[in-house]
């Protein structure tokens, strides 16, 4: 009886990983809300935006396709929690974004900082999406 409960326990704290997969999700935006230097706030609810991203359980990796190179392209600095996916990013000389996917709500937002060099009016934009799982087509 004790064997049968060892193999049991065993193959359940082994099959974490048998059940780890690749999921393909698609991010569209519905809302991009920008503060103005002046204190003013403006809220657009008419983008859209897409972003396409791979997530890889096993490896706790995040890949975000890329159109101009035709690829998905790994993104660094990434925290992996069960149910937020954190990451951080400077996309050139003055502008700062965070990331935050969460798995759950299937809610994606960047929270884009910039000074005033980049961007004498706005000081910061924040982008919502709603995330939903692709299927691949091959």
Request: hydrophobic share 35%; aromatic share 10%.
């Amino acid at each position: 009886m004790k064997k049968i409960l060892g193999i049991v326990v065993m193959g359940i704290l082994l099959s974490g990983n048998a059940i780890a997969k690749t999921t393909i999700i698609s991010c569209i935006s519905y809302e991009q809300i920008n503060y103005k230097r002046s204190g003013e706030v403006i809220i657009d609810q008419k983008t859209h935006l897409e972003y396409i991203f791979e997530l890889d359980d096993k490896n706790e990796t995040i890949y975000q396709y890329s159109d101009l190179m035709n690829y998905f392209q790994k993104l660094s600095d990434v925290i992996w929690g069960s149910s937020i996916i954190l990451w951080t990013g400077l996309i050139g000389d003055g502008l700062k974004s965070s990331s935050k996917l969460n798995r759950i709500t299937g809610q994606y937002i960047i929270d884009t900082k910039m000074d005033e060099k980049f961007n004498p009016d706005i000081s910061r934009t924040i982008n919502k999406y709603n995330c939903k799982s692709v299927d691949k087509k091959f």
